[in-house]
C-alpha cells in the first residue's frame, strides 16, 4: 500500500485514511485472486475485494452524510504508520506469503476501525466503524482458515 504517513487529526482525515485504505485493499485482493498460486484461495480473495468495496461505498456515505457537522472536529491518537501494511506481493510469490500478507492487513485495518470508533463523539459513525471492524474480523477468520489448511505441518 502506498499510503503518506501522517498522525490522523481530525475525523475528515480518518475517513480520506479509511477510504483510501478500502480503495487499496480492493485492489490488493483483486490481484491477490489472479496469483496463479492461489487458486484454491480465489473465490475467498475476490469476495473480500468485494466486501473492501462495499465498506469504501459506506465511507462514502458516512462522510457524505456527517460532513457538516464533524469533518473538522479534532481527533487525536491515530497515526497511519500504526495501520499501514507494506503489500506488494509478486506474482510469484506462493499462496502462503499471499495469505500471510491478508491476515495482516486485515488485522491492521481491524485495528484501525476499532481505535478509531473510540475516538470518533457521533455515536452513530463510532457504530459503523465498529460494523465495519466486525466484517474484517470475518474476513481475517476466513483467510486464517485457509492459511491453516495451505500452511504445510
Keep these: 500500500m502506498v499510503l503518506e504517513l501522517a498522525e490522523l487529526t481530525t475525523f475528515g ?31 475467498t480473495l475476490l469476495t473480500l475485494s468485494e466486501q473492501a468495496r462495499r465498506r469504501g461505498m459506506i465511507l462514502e456515505r ?11 472536529e479534532p481527533i487525536s491518537g491515530l497515526n497511519t504508520n500504526d495501520y499501514l501494511t507494506h503489500i506488494a506481493p509478486s506474482e510469484r510469490a506462493g499462496c502462503v ?7 495482516e492487513l486485515q488485522r491492521k485495518t481491524r485495528r484501525f476501525y476499532l481505535d478509531s470508533s473510540g475516538r470518533i463523539s457521533l455515536q452513530e ?12 474480523a470475518e474476513g481475517e477468520a476466513a483467510i486464517s482458515a485457509l492459511l491453516d489448511k495451505t500452511t504445510p505441518r
Excluded at 62 to 72: K, Q, S
Excluded at 125 to 136: C, D, K, M, N, Q
Aim: with cysteine; aromatic share 6%; glycine share 0%.
Design 97 to 103: 506469503d499471499v495469505l500471510t500478507l491478508c491476515v
Design 125 to 136: 459513525v463510532a457504530r459503523t466503524f465498529r460494523r465495519l471492524a466486525e466484517e474484517v
Design 62 to 72: 458516512t462522510r457524505r452524510e456527517n460532513v457538516a457537522e464533524m469533518i473538522l
Design 13 to 43: 482525515a480518518v475517513l480520506s485514511f479509511a477510504m483510501d485504505t478500502e480503495s487499496q485493499t480492493e485492489k490488493f485482493y483483486e490481484e491477490a485472486a489472479k496469483n496463479p498460486s492461489c487458486s484454491e484461495a480465489k473465490e
